[in-house]
């Protein structure tokens, strides 16, 4: 198995200043810093299957620098070719912001350091799930413009697997754009780069997301996605999510 594990390096940076976003932060951004329960559904169609997924994607702040998100995803899946639905797996995302800093009068940045840990639930005979427990280290950056609202955020993440019959070696890029209109609307791409060590395929998608906040509590949101190249997970989906803020 060829092994390929960047690390993204922060400890050269070294900034103290406060970055003074958080009243207006939006929770689809995964580097805010809020606490959220989103209930998710998301419909996706390619060649190899139909999938039907749901899902709770939640955050909860447990200090100023440390969030914790977390995911339950239940799916529907003709992958075998029988209509099959069951639990696929839980996801826990521990995220770490080490530094904030403002940059100048427009710009700030904030730094975050994390891992996913990803269990199954051992349901791939079924086609739900890839049969592998992974852990998926990741760092990046997010760049907000205090004046537009704007925030920019790259991210770089390694999964490998630890457990099951899968053998799972990934490298991902996920760029994140997220634009405010207002207090009230939202529109988010995140496009995500994997490259699949084992099979050598690229995997790219991509996810434009308009939201609309229905006052401090209640928001709700509609996805678009998109698969890339000849070895697409997916050709295209829709979805849709709640979410309550607290």
Partial sequence: MRVFSPIILLAAILFSNALPLKAEENASNPLAAVNNIDLRWQYTSGDLADQHRAYIDGAYMVTPKLKLKYELHYVQTD???????????????????????????????????????????????????????????????????MKSGLVLIPLLQQFLSFSGDTDVNTTALRLIALQPFGAANWVKLDAKIPYDWEAEVWLPTAEVQIGHNFGPKWAAYVDGLAGFGNDRIYDAGVGLGLRYKF
């Fill in 79 to 145: 992958l075998t070719g029988n209509d099959e639905n069951d639990f696929e797996k839980v996801v826990l995302k521990p995220i770490f912001f080490p530094v904030e800093k403002k940059l100048n009068d427009a710009w700030g940045l904030r730094a975050a350091v994390g891992l996913d840990l990803i269990i199954e639930f051992g349901n791939d005979d079924k086609g739900i799930g890839i049969d592998a427990d992974q852990v998926g280290p990741f760092g990046g950056f997010a760049f907000a413009n």
